[in-house]
DNA sequence: CAGCTTTCTTGAAGTTGTCAACCATTTACA
DNA sequence: TGTAAATGGTTGACAACTTCAAGAAAGCTG
């Protein structure tokens, strides 16, 4: 079970690498929708860590033009965080790089594939 | 499955930081063996990280009096760690603490958790 | 309007991580 | 044997993440 987190951290450290993407931008730019901004407090929320944090994942991924900050015209202290074209569409490819099965789940039986994907719901429902 | 991931991470880390540690640094205590030195080297080698990366780690686990530096007597070159009896103290109570199954799976039913370990077991097989 | 709260930013400090350069030691070979 | 190459670890520079405390700007409340 160790073994398999570790295997999987590296497995998503090299696809975001790939990308030459930091892990906390990768997991910022699965969370944004770039159909609804969404705040910043929100991202920190997700990504369970300080919105001080935010700041600076959000700065570098501004500066390579992935998202964007925009004043909410509601509330003018709340930045709404919006996907750029180019952000959408890696953050696409991204999706499907990271959809694909990794390697060890890959080569199991189709039965066991559907059997630990139940598991992992049940799992989860009940957390 | 990305879910299962992120939980977990969230649990690792909230061990490490009970036990005032950092994950590298749990990851290195988990790797060491109280009876066999290892050198330095053979550590990064199980981080996947940088020789230089593992000084560091290893210099904060020795300022706390966990670990130990030792000249090999064959090649002077390489240091060998050893864990001191703090260290295999805390190792001990850490290991108890990371075997204990994580939430989401204890809920699962015993049937359910045989079944998921005799998966997991086949997928790192195969590897 | 005055004071409190909320949202985000900034700055300081610490850890992780990589890379290049370096030192000491060992090994290879001419 | 003696010099050159390889090896193990350290150091320094730099970038990113992380948290905390302090601050600025905007909004809310009485």
Redesign the pocket.
Known sequence: MFELLHVSKQRFMAIASEFDL????VMALRHLDPAEPK???EL?QA??????????????LEDRGLVE?RAAE???????LTITERGAEVRDRLAARLEEPPAPLASLSIEDQRALRDIMRRALDRA
Do not use: E, F, H
């Open positions: 930091s892990p906390p931008q705040p910043m407090s920190a990504l369970r860590c300080d919105n001080s944090n935010v700041t600076g994942i959000v700065d570098r900050r509601r509330d003018r202290r709340v930045k709404m």
